[in-house]
Each structure stands twice: as structure tokens, then as C-alpha cells.
């Protein structure tokens, strides 16, 4: 789908993202990835829960007071201008970026039906739409699509279709910034690996293109 075609697409409707705090365990295969591929003092330079930043959403977009949730809104927000917005697609990325050691976070997409979750580089464009300005349609950013029941993932608008036994509620991602690869996991298996050179610091990405209600959740160990 043209870009273009996709911001016509994208409704007004609410969706809600949550990042979860540090320690969640509500999905049961967490510990049994999360041990096997990344050593817990390797995970995020702080050891916190990455937070979303105001200044990059889109004007759609609501983001809480402790920087953990976004709500999809009908209303456009009086949001201040800000080079670092998205100002077309309905995209937010963390103020946290990372460019050494090895990360890991969690994504739940149980309440979503078209949504995209990776890294970008801060570098992305955001003011307008086309392929630079959307998740995974140019070199500064990679993601995995869930369209429905059909997974992607997807860099420099390139397509990758995923082949997955069920409906994996949710997602891990491993960044090695040294190794410069982004391992992605889902019904606790390797579904994909991004290679690039994650050593220009990277941010958690995510935008939520349906029109149903839908959250998006983040953790970290």
C-alpha cells in the first residue's frame, strides 16, 4: 500500500498505548525467551522502562503524565509545533535511545489490529507523509507489521512476509547496538533479524494504524 494511500486510511478512533513497568510477567513466555538470549544486566543502560516522548507524537496521539501511555484520540491535541512531531501518521517514539550493549523490551499487540513496532533512528523524518516519514518504509527505521492476522516485517519498504503457527499476542525485541542486529521474537521463537548499524543511537518506535480501540504495551527486565 502507497503511502499516501495509507494516511487516507488511517481513523480518528481511540487507541490507547501502554507501556508496562518494569517487572511485568503477564506473558508467559517471557522467561523462557528472555534468559536464553540476553543476560538481564546487558538490558536497557538504566535498567527502567523506556518512556514515550510528547515532542515526537502525533497530534492524535495523548500521552500520560508518567509518559507510560498514549491514547488515540478523535480530537486533534493544541499540541506546540516541534521539529521532532509526527505531523501525518500516527507515530510516537521514545525519548530513550540506545547505541551500545544489548536491549530488550516487549511489546503487546493483543488489542490491535494494524500497527507497527521496531526502532528508528532520530534522524527520521517526521513532518509530512511519503516513505520517510513512515515506520519501516526507509533506511532509518525497521519494524515488524501486524495487519490482522498477517505479519510483516519491513525495512527501506522492503516486505518480509512472517509465517506464524498462531496469533502471538505479543513480541520481544533484542537490539545488540555492537552485533547490529535487532532480533525479533514472537510465540517464543526467532521470527526475524534485522541487520544495520545500531551504533547511531535508536529509539523504540511504534504506530497504531487501526480504526478499533487498541493498545500497545512496552516492558523491560
Known amino acids: 500500500m502507497h503511502p499516501s494511500s495509507l494516511s487516507l486510511s488511517l481513523s480518528l478512533s481511540h487507541a490507547p498505548l ?43 496521539i495523548i500521552i500520560s503524565q508518567d509518559l507510560r501511555t498514549a491514547t488515540r484520540t478523535r480530537t486533534k ?5 516541534h521539529p521532532d ?22 511489546v503487546d499487540v493483543s488489542s490491535s489490529s ?13 513532518k509530512g507523509g511519503g516513505n520517510e516519514r513512515l515506520l519501516g518504509w526507509n533506511a532509518e527505521s525497521w519494524c515488524l507489521q501486524k495487519y490482522y492476522n498477517q505479519y510483516s516485517a519491513w525495512h527501506k519498504d522492503e516486505r518480509i512476509l512472517l ?12 537490539l545488540d547496538c555492537e552485533a547490529g542486529e535487532l532480533t525479533c521474537f514472537g510465540d517464543s521463537r526467532v521470527l526475524h ?17 487501526d480504526d478499533v480501540i487498541g493498545s500497545v504495551r512496552f516492558c523491560s527486565f
Open 18 to 60: 501502554h507501556v508496562l513497568h518494569k517487572g511485568d510477567t503477564s506473558w508467559p513466555h517471557c522467561n523462557d525467551v528472555v534468559p536464553k538470549v540476553c543476560n538481564p544486566c546487558y538490558v536497557s543502560a538504566d535498567g527502567g522502562t523506556p518512556n514515550l516522548d510528547p515532542n515526537s507524537a502525533h497530534p492524535r
Open 85 to 106: 512531531r509526527f505531523d501525518v501518521y500516527p507515530q510516537v517514539l521514545s525519548s530513550d535511545s540506545f547505541s551500545s550493549g544489548r536491549h530488550y523490551w516487549e
Open 193 to 209: 533479524v534485522f541487520k544495520g548499524n545500531f551504533m547511531n543511537p535508536v529509539k523504540p518506535a511504534l504506530g497504531v494504524y
Open 114 to 126: 494494524w500497527c507497527r513496532i521496531g526502532v528508528a533512528f532520530n534522524s527520521m523524518g517526521r
Open 163 to 174: 509465517t506464524l503457527p498462531g496469533v502471538p499476542d505479543r513480541f520481544g525485541f533484542l
Open 77 to 81: 491535541q493544541k499540541y506546540p509545533e
